[in-house]
């Protein structure tokens, strides 16, 4: 018996229909979406916008200040062994009251105001603080200080200055946080900065090079100077602080490169042994040939966890764990991509091979002058899989590597949830950062997907 | 075919660039090389970069290669072990200490120490403790945590409730939570707001102590007579005196009973179940219980929510005006749990003095001062977690209330075992925190009952197999 469900008949439908299909469609692409547009969303987000009620769709911008006050307090230098010496806490300084945070230590604060050109017009202030320190400790490292931002999103310079040198900063800080937050100043080359903290990398100007470090007790001035910002620029400072703080708390731009290696080297790997394999069990007849077929497609019932243990074993007696070779060579074979290259190539007709033949082409000519070319549509299905599924692999990494250097973007991202907690918005916008590629791929290649998946129920 | 020779040129290139700006993770000539291996979280990767290259500063003829494991640290040591392949000098906590401990993977410290007469008095007892397995020391501790609770001070102030949040007493602690679960108008709406939060396995074990009660009961076997004598996790054999003859301890075998389905254990299981009520509904587990506890303690609607020190400098940048309370006293005192963090070296290091030179470092003062300015933790050298380096003057919270926290802080002794009784203990929690009306919900005295079973069950079959073991 033929169902006719909600009244649908074949043909063109009326316009009730079509606006319901259009209406069912919509709703579906909506739930799909969704999930990805809050993804969007967290990653334009700040730490702090997870502790409002309720969470909102869009990042809160604060409204342009052309002029305020920022409050600084207790000035400190680390030395090398992470000593702490004061250098100021400003106690007589009323300009700005500082809140019991910050109050405790001293009773007062530095006032840098600032009152710039409304909207945009360049500008600057500046507030110099003379430090005594107040005991010799060995060489300094780091300059610390508490800072009451107030969301502006201009930009603070620190100049940290004594006899003989001067250490200035490379790129300033923008002031995207309310309230105190403790502030640090590399005087030395950091490779990576903790989270969630606001942090300068100082660079010496004068009297040495960055790794001359300079007593403690030679510090004779900082100064503070805040650089005004167009509005599109502090918006633009807020949008983009969560993919600022991701990319700078992890070499990510090595792991970039190592995840880009990887899978363009096992989809040329896995196209070319995979199309090898395709051709011999399509067309060159030897004994047991289709038994071997069955027995190669039957490792696709294996799950992949299972042989974990195994190639790491194999990978280890190669001395091949932590390298390269351990991240490419165990992915550039596929049953998969055999067994689709196998129903494609016998759709071919053999007519062209064997004219090919005749004319006194090698099985291997035949192949790379009549299959591959024929083949182009498969081979690039197979390559878009094969560069996702590279792109996207986290486990054998995580397992075949141990070095920083050798890690891969997807292995980067668990970085970001450790065992008590999880930074939603740097995960978030990490992770858009490493969809790219992954999205350039679909975009460019959607079509082999579907047809990836026309091909592999291929009849023959 | 273009497509393919463009990739391999790409992959040409990008193998050149990669292998000619790979750092050099080696070891000069005349250096030894030694790796360390510690959790890859990004906070941890600063601080720890920043502390093994002042050891080498200090320590010129060793060159420390860094292991920053991402994902689960547990799994990553015990592939590195089984395949032979661990780092030097290891991370280690608390939870799988006892494991690797038993099956000899660490290297005995004890002559290290001796030899220079290293100062364990330096740390606190219970995280020298946390490292010690068979009478013998097998890792330093680095920072220790306990599980203390975050109370919202206005919610206090605006419920009348009066009680010192340090000092009070279970039923003060009920009373409490009484007046602050009740339904709040915010933003005109009214929303209905929580006292405190469901208590899991390892909390609940807190309540079970404060009413005198115990779980795994340790025990020396007296050499001479043959009696067992129950003695508390931080005991030393050579301090203590058998039960039945008197005669001191030293050298006495160390064993475990379960004491989960005593009277005073069953108590604490109850006032774990009747904190239920003032709790948020029960999520589907834990880990989205605490994000979404969270939440509402930051946005005014949860009055008390567990937290240490990593979740007080998680909420500094909210708008809630929160302070540090004790857990409630019960009829067998005040108890909280004690967990550390700590780093060993690996019984198979080539090199183990100058492993024992970066050991030393990795939980020396240097090191502890950048853990202390982390705030995350509470250092486990006693003179740093009292200093202004932990106590900072400018967090509008006291740290010493952490610090102070030791004096009635657990530590329990985890067995091989613990994994499995504890995994026990949450099936049946699960049971016996269960809605009234639910049928498969078993009451207290059940949930003790139950656990005994299966705890003897575990430490009997343990027994076997160490008895089998020690056969061959």
Redesign the interface.
């Known amino acids: 018996m033929k169902i006719n469900w909600f009244g649908y008949r074949p043909g063109r439908p009326n316009a009730s229909q079509s606006i319901a299909l259009r209406v069912v469609l919509l709703a579906c692409v909506a739930t799909m979406i969704l999930p990805f547009l809050w993804m969007v969303s967290t990653a334009l987000k700040d730490?702090?916008a997870?502790?409002?009620?309720p969470m909102g769709w869009l990042p809160a911008i604060p409204p342009y200040k052309a002029a305020g006050t920022l409050s600084i307090?207790?000035v400190r230098a680390t030395n090398?062994?992470?000593?702490?010496v004061l250098l100021a806490d400003f106690e007589e300084c009323e300009a700005a009251k500082a809140p019991?945070?910050?109050a405790?230590?001293g009773q007062g604060a530095l006032a840098l105001t600032y009152g710039f050109p409304r909207e945009g017009g360049a500008g600057r202030a500046e507030a110099v603080c003379a430090v005594k320190p107040s005991r010799e400790a060995g060489r300094a490292t780091m300059i610390s200080f508490?800072l009451h931002g107030d969301g502006s999103g201009h930009r603070l310079r620190v100049r940290v200055s004594g006899k003989g040198f001067t250490y200035r900063c490379g790129e300033p800080l923008p002031i995207t946080?309310e309230?105190?937050k403790?502030v640090y100043c590399f005087l030395r080359p950091?490779?990576?900065?903790?989270?969630?903290r606001a942090l300068l990398q100082l660079h010496r100007e004068s009297g040495g090079d960055d790794d001359d470090l300079v007593p403690v007790a030679a510090i004779e001035e900082v100064a503070f100077r805040l650089e005004s910002v167009s509005r599109a620029e502090q918006v633009w400072a807020r949008l983009t602080h969560s993919f600022r703080v991701a990319w700078s708390?992890?070499p990510f731009g090595?792991f970039f490169?190592?995840s880009?290696?990887i899978a363009?080297?096992v989809?040329?790997g896995q196209?070319l042994t995979s199309s090898l394999a395709a051709y011999a069990f399509a067309r060159l007849e030897f004994g047991g040939r289709d038994k071997l077929f069955l027995a190669y497609l039957a490792t696709m019932m294996i799950p992949g966890t299972v042989l974990i243990v195994p190639t790491?074993?194999l990978m280890?007696w190669l001395d091949w764990?932590d390298t390269?070779w351990a991240l490419i060579v165990p992915a550039m074979f596929s049953a998969y991509g055999t067994f689709m290259l196998r129903q494609f190539f016998k759709t071919l007709p053999r007519d062209l091979e064997e004219a090919a033949r005749i004319d006194g082409c090698g099985k291997l000519r035949v192949w790379y002058h009549v299959i591959?070319?024929l083949s182009r549509p498969a081979l690039a299905t197979l390559?878009t899989f094969t560069f996702l599924g590279s792109w996207e692999a986290f486990q054998w990494p995580?397992?075949a590597t141990?070095?920083?250097?050798m890690?891969v973007v997807q292995?980067?991202l668990?970085?970001?949830?450790?065992?008590?907690?999880?930074?939603y918005n740097l995960l978030m916008a990490a992770a858009l950062i490493v969809m790219v590629p992954t999205l350039l791929v679909f975009i460019f290649n959607q079509r082999f997907f579907t047809r990836g998946i026309v091909m592999s129920g291929m009849k023959e | 075919m273009r497509f393919a020779a463009i990739g391999t040129i790409i992959v040409i290139c990008l193998g050149t660039y990669l292998a000619a700006t790979r750092p050099v993770e080696r070891a000069g000539p005349g250096q030894v090389e030694l790796r360390f291996a510690f959790p890859a979280s990004a906070s941890s990767l600063s601080s720890y970069t920043r502390i093994v290259r002042r050891f080498m500063e200090l320590n010129p003829d060793i060159f420390v290669k860094l292991e920053p494991v991402v994902g689960d640290f547990r799994r990553a040591a015990q592939r590195d072990l089984v395949a032979n392949m661990a780092a030097d000098v290891f991370l280690s906590d608390d939870d799988d200490f006892a494991v690797f401990a038993k099956d000899g993977h660490y290297l005995d410290l004890d002559p290290l120490i001796r030899q220079e007469n290293f100062d364990l008095d330096a740390y606190y007892r219970q995280a020298v403790e946390s490292f010690r397995w068979n009478e013998k020391q097998y890792g330093l501790p680095s920072v220790w945590g306990c599980s203390l609770i975050l109370y919202n001070k206005d919610l206090f102030a605006e419920a009348g409730v009066t009680a010192d949040p340090l000092n009070w007493t279970w039923s003060e602690f009920l009373d409490a939570l009484e007046k602050l679960t009740k339904p709040r108008i915010r933003d005109g709406k009214s929303v209905p707001c929580y006292g405190y939060v469901r208590d899991n396995q390892a909390h609940a074990m807190c309540h079970i102590w404060q009413a005198g009660g115990t779980i795994l009961q340790r025990q020396f076997v007296c050499p001479d007579c043959g009696a067992r004598t129950d003695v508390s996790d931080i005991a030393h054999a050579a301090e203590a005196a058998c039960g039945a003859c008197g005669r001191n301890l030293a050298g006495a075998q160390e064993t475990y009973v379960g004491r989960i389905n005593t009277p005073e254990a069953v108590r604490g299981v109850q006032f774990a179940v009747d904190l239920m009520k003032y709790a948020p509904r029960q999520q589907a587990n834990n880990n989205s219980e605490q994000s979404m506890n969270r939440e509402l303690f930051a946005t005014g609607r949860l009055a008390m929510i567990r937290g240490g020190p990593f979740s007080a400098a998680q909420f500094k940048d909210t708008n809630v005006n929160f302070g540090i309370a004790y857990y409630p006293a019960g009829p067998g005192g005040r108890w909280t749990r004690f967990y550390c963090d700590g780093f060993a070296i690996w019984s198979k290091t080539k090199h183990p003095q100058e492993a024992w030179r970066l050991l030393k470092f990795v939980c020396g003062p240097q090191a502890m001062r950048v853990h202390a300015k982390d705030g995350s933790s509470i250092p486990s050298l006693k003179a740093v977690a009292e200093s202004e380096y932990f106590n900072r003057p400018d967090t509008p919270w006291d740290e010493m209330k952490f610090v102070r926290s030791i004096d009635h802080a657990r530590f329990m002794r985890k067995t091989p075992q613990w994994d499995e009784v504890s995994s026990q203990m949450t099936r049946y929690l699960d049971l016996v925190m269960m809605d009234a009306n639910a049928s498969a919900r078993i009451s207290p005295q059940e949930f003790g009952d139950a656990c005994q079973k299966e705890i003897d069950r575990i430490l009997a079959r343990a027994a076997a197999q160490d008895a089998a073991t020690a056969g061959k």
């Open positions: 730490e702090k997870f502790q409002t009620d307090d207790c090398e062994d992470f000593e702490d019991k945070a910050v405790r230590a508490w946080f309230g105190w403790e950091e490779e990576f900065d903790p989270l969630g708390s992890m090595r490169l190592n880009l290696f363009i080297a989809t040329i196209t790491f074993l280890r764990f390269y591959l070319p390559a995580l397992f141990k070095s920083m250097h890690r292995v980067g668990s970085s970001f949830q450790d065992k008590y907690d999880v930074q």
